[in-house]
């Protein structure tokens, strides 16, 4: 299953529902409380509650949790920092504070897809 359709792919607005895949289970980060997964991103609620429910147990762990777009929007921010996205939506906004504080969700979502396309399960 695709995570992101061919027509999120090219639409730069819209709502979209988003998704945490929790590497080592719910809520498991690093020693210093980094997030250890990625992000998902959906077009409708129906696809993002049904792959949040496709849950297969590992260890007896859950590792999906559908997230809102504040918690997306950080999440990615995280991952796209450091990358040749990042540092074009720098050279746009100034300073990394100014692109956490000022970027769009479409641009960040632009930025999150050119590095990392289309994710799939």
Not at 44 to 59: G, I, L, M, N, Q
Not at 62 to 68: P, Q, S
Not at 96 to 102: A, F, G, H, L, Y
Request: glycine fraction near 8%.
């Amino acid at each position: 299953m695709s995570i992101t359709s061919k027509a999120a792919k090219t639409a730069s607005t819209g709502a979209h529902y988003y998704a945490f895949f929790w590497q080592y289970g719910l809520h498991v980060g690093s020693f210093d409380g980094e997030q250890l997964g990625q992000t998902m991103v959906f077009d409708t609620k129906a696809d993002r509650d049904a792959w949040v429910s496709d849950e297969h147990y590992e260890s007896g762990d859950l590792h999906r949790e559908a997230i809102g777009a504040r918690e997306a929007r950080a999440s990615i921010i995280r991952e796209v920092s450091g990358t040749n996205s990042w540092a074009r939506l720098c050279d746009r906004y100034d300073t990394p504070s100014e692109v956490k504080r000022s970027a769009t969700m479409v641009e960040l979502l632009a930025a999150w897809r050119a590095e990392y396309g289309e994710r799939d399960e």
